[in-house]
């Protein structure tokens, strides 16, 4: 059975009454407070405190404040009167009426609260439903008036068009016609001049027949006068030609394009070692960087790690612009505690791993963290937890990457032994 609180203490106005309940001892989490304009009651276990109210009160109004050992009410009267007590003394009956009747009018209280909320929450959608119907029509319209522009502008461009091809084809009809007057008007004169040319093709044919047979008498007489010189004797004239990369003349050449292109070959012969005379013994698959990088991983696997960097090695000799033969490098060197070449190569690595884009990403992190283990092999654990911390910017969701990079720190403060 709870214990019933007595001492407490209120003072009033003529407008508020102010009273103060003491806790004892309770968490203020437990108490729970109930008060219509008859009745207060406060419970909180294990004690309880009743107050059938001697005027009703403003529950509405009124207000509690819990503090770490007491409840302060103000409760403010609906009739400007001085009280001659807190309480009123009644029967059980009467109390369980007033308890009663206090609980009904707080759950009609709440169901017209409810009820009002409800109410207001129909008004509110209501009021959102017509604004969203208003939009959508404004849209609705606004699109509707895009869409007659559009066809307006359409049917303008496609009139137009239309005017265009008709003046088109109508000039290329007046052209056409023009051009078969010339025609008709040349082939007329040409049929002129040919018949022209013909006759007087035959008169000089005619003269030229008895001329010719006086000039030819003429011709025989002469040639028996005139001494004909031998003709000459048969020799070779040797020509000698500049010698050229491109088959074209020097005079419609670029000679700078040339250059700069024949120079570009062999940079790119020089690259691919091609020339080397070391690789000229290799098989075309040992000239394969990728071929070379795949071998280098299994021997890795079999941690035979200094023929996996014979590998990369080689292959770097290929290209030297794959950044993950720096990367698998750097892990062999790792292995075999070559530290200053692990930074080295893993620097590398990220240095040729530019653009920043998702498809290095996992590239990018695992250089960071390779050359983060050689800079903590190296004591140099500042520097080892920035590449930690750079991968976890990659990866976040690392576990194994935040796991090392807080024994990291934990080593920096000196909380954790060194390993």
């Known amino acids: 059975m709870p214990l019933q609180v007595s001492n407490y203490s209120w003072q009033q106005t003529k407008t508020a009454v102010f009273l103060s309940l003491p806790l ?51 409760l403010y009267k609906k009739e400007a009167v001085m009280w001659e007590t807190l309480s009123v003394s009644v029967d ?18 709440a169901k017209e609260a409810t009820e009002a909320k409800a109410i207001a929450k129909r008004e509110d959608q209501k009021y959102t439903l017509n604004v969203m119907m208003k939009i959508e029509e404004e849209e609705r319209k606004k699109i509707e008036d895009m869409k007659e522009n559009e066809r307006r502008k359409a049917t303008k461009e496609l009139e137009a068009w239309k005017e265009c091809q008709r003046k088109a084809e109508e000039r290329k009809r007046i052209q056409k016609e023009k051009k ?3 025609q008709e008007k040349q082939t007329e004169e040409e049929r002129k001049k040919l018949k022209h040319k013909n006759l007087t093709k035959n008169s000089a044919s005619r003269n030229l027949a008895t001329k010719g047979r006086n000039s030819e008498n003429i011709f025989f007489a002469k040639l028996k006068e005139d001494c004909i010189p031998a003709p000459r004797s048969v020799g070779n004239i040797k020509i000698n030609f500049t010698p050229r990369v491109f088959p074209t003349a020097l005079r419609e050449s670029k000679v700078a394009e040339e250059e700069e292109w024949l120079h570009k070959q062999a940079e790119a012969r020089r690259a691919m070692n ?16 990728e071929w070379l990088k795949e071998k280098g991983n299994k021997l890795f696997a079999t941690e035979d790690y200094l023929a996996a960097i014979n590998a990369y090695n080689l292959a770097i000799r290929l290209n030297n612009k794959i950044p993950l033969l720096y990367l698998n490098r750097a892990a062999c060197h790792l292995k075999l505690k070559n530290l200053h070449k692990a930074i080295e190569d893993s620097s590398k690595a990220l240095e040729l791993l530019t653009p920043h884009v998702a498809d290095n990403a996992n590239a990018r992190m695992k250089a960071h963290v390779r050359r983060g283990t050689a800079f903590c092999q190296l004591e140099l654990y500042v520097e080892g937890l ?34």
């Open 92 to 109: 059980k009956e009467m109390m369980q009426r007033i308890r009663e009747n206090s609980i009904l009018q707080a759950q009609e209280k």
């Open 386 to 419: 920035q590449d930690y911390e750079a991968a976890l910017k990659i990866d976040p969701a690392n576990k194994i990457v935040q796991n090392d990079a807080e024994k990291i720190r934990n080593v920096i403060q000196g909380t954790e032994l060194k390993s």
């Open 24 to 74: 004892r001892g309770v968490c203020v989490r437990d108490a729970d407070v109930f008060c219509t304009e008859n009745y207060l009651k406060v419970n909180f276990p294990p004690f309880l405190f009743e107050a059938f109210l001697y005027a009703p009160i403003d529950d509405e109004s009124s207000k509690a404040k819990i503090g770490n050992d007491t409840i302060d009410f103000t």
């Open 180 to 182: 078969l007057h010339q």
């Open 274 to 289: 091609t020339d080397i005379p070391e690789f000229c013994d290799l098989k075309e698959d040992e000239k394969n960087p």
